[in-house]
């Protein structure tokens, strides 16, 4: 029945819910579903997981770009159709796999996955993302659907790819790399805990609308806002307006998430903040947050080149230095941040000082340190 807009309730159906995953199981992924034995990774992008039936899965998993187009899809569903009986999954980090049930399958499958090409010879299916490796760039939405980023997402996000590239498909690392992007501080996403973050921020504080800012805005919640208290209420040529106190204000963006009226982004003064050292996993070490440690680099679209320069440095410094196992942050931990800033060439700066309230617990309490 198609949609009345005249008798909108009419028919609704709501509530339903999503569909139960069990529906698309591959049969062999259904057969020996909490029966698993162990896995082995044979080769970047390859796994082969064992039941205790005997039967054995094989997985291919590849890189996907994230934001696709329905044609794409199209062509994973073909794939699958032809490979994989008609299944497929997306992981967490956004990469694609196709699962056979049988090893004969597999070369096939990733025979036909390795050719396929776009137009400007980026590969569709790139086969990696494994082990201690690097995987796909979990990210937002940047310049292409959000209002609020000080960087773009998808862009940024192909040029580190681009520059990665080999280690996507390599597994040469002391341990997985995880890298994360967000556009704000807003933070959709992992790069709070991330191994190397790529954060959206702003250097100058918002213009204030006092004409609109009455009608377009509930005051007091662009008052709530702001985590430093630079904003109060203010009367300007008779309307009801905010004060922003700009010695104040570090530019987060929040009071322009509240209030359309307060935009603060800006071509010079919008650019990356680098952060590394989280992790997620219990594995050895508990988890932990990334810190800051470039402060700014410039937005330089398309291919934003100093960022991937400090990427590249970090994450080489961090290969050659760093033992078995040992994450980003738990290496620069056993060295001392000291080290960290002396091996990567990173320059130190005030700016990566923490000032915000309780910032004394992340200065140093102690006379241990390295010259
Ligand atoms: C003003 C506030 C926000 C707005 C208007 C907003 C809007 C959106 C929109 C429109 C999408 C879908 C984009 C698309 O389909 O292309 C999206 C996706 C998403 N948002 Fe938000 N968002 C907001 C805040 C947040 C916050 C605070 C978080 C997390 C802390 C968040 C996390 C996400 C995530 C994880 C996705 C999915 C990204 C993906 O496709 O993988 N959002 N948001
Ligand atoms: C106590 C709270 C939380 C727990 C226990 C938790 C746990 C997890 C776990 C176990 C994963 C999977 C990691 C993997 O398999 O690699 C994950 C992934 C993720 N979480 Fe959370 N999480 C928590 C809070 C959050 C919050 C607050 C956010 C967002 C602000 C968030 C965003 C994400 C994202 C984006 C991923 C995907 C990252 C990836 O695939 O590597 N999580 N989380
Ligand atoms: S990180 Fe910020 S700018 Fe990026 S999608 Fe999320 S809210 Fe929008
Ligand atoms: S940008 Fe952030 S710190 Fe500055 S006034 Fe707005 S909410 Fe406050």
């Given amino acids: 029945m198609g949609y009345d807009p005249s008798n909108p309730m009419k028919d609704r159906i709501t509530d339903v819910g999503p569909r139960n995953y069990e529906e698309f199981l591959p049969p062999i992924i259904k057969r020996n579903f ?14 082969v997981h064992v039941s205790e ?59 036909d996955l390795e050719k396929r090409k776009f137009a400007g010879g980026s590969n569709k299916f790139p086969r990696g993302g494994t082990g201690a490796g690097l995987t796909n760039i979990v990210h937002t939405q940047g310049w292409i659907h959000c209002h609020t980023p000080a960087i773009d997402a998808s862009g940024v996000v192909k040029c580190v790819m681009d520059e990665l590239y080999d280690d ?3 597994m040469r690392f002391p341990a997985q790399v995880r890298i994360s992007l967000a556009c704000c501080l807003n933070m959709c996403g992992a790069v709070h805990c991330s191994d190397i973050a790529i954060l959206g921020i702003h250097r100058k504080p918002p213009m204030v609308d006092h004409e609109n800012l009455g009608n377009m805005c509930e005051i007091p919640l662009a008052v ?23 010695e104040r204000c570090m530019f987060c963006g929040n ?59 970090i994450l080489y410094t961090y290969m050659e230095d760093a033992r078995k196992y040992e994450r980003l942050g738990n290496w620069a931990e056993r060295i001392g941040w000291e080290r960290f800033f002396e091996k990567t060439g990173l320059p130190f700066t005030a700016h990566l000082i923490d000032d915000y309230r309780f910032a004394y617990t992340t200065w140093r309490t102690s006379t241990q340190f390295k010259f």
């Avoid at 029966?35 to 080769?43: A, G, N, Q, R, V």
């Avoid at 956004?94 to 096939?108: C, G, I, W, Y």
Wanted: charged content about 25%.
């Fill in 53 to 111: 039936t005997g039967e054995k899965v094989y997985t291919v998993r590849v890189g996907g770009c994230r934001l696709m187009s329905v044609q794409h899809i199209r062509e994973i569903c073909d794939i699958a159709d032809k490979h994989c009986d008609g299944h497929v999954r997306w992981t967490t980090r956004n990469n694609v796999e196709f699962m056979v049930d049988d090893e004969a399958k597999l070369k096939p499958l990733m025979e």
């Fill in 224 to 246: 709530a806002a702001c985590p430093t208290g630079a904003i109060k209420p203010a009367t300007v040529d008779g309307k009801k307006s905010v004060a922003v106190n700009n």
């Fill in 255 to 313: 009071c322009f998430t509240m209030c359309p009226s307060m935009p603060l982004a800006d071509e010079e003064g919008s650019g990356v903040a680098i952060l590394v050292g989280g992790k997620l996993s219990n594995r050895i070490k508990p988890p932990m947050f990334s810190k800051v440690v470039v402060p700014f680099l410039p937005n330089e679209p398309p291919r934003w080149p100093q960022t991937v320069l400090a990427i590249k440095k």
């Fill in 34 to 47: 909490g029966k698993w034995l162990y896995h082995e990774i044979l080769e970047p992008g390859v796994l």
């Fill in 168 to 170: 996507f498909q390599n």
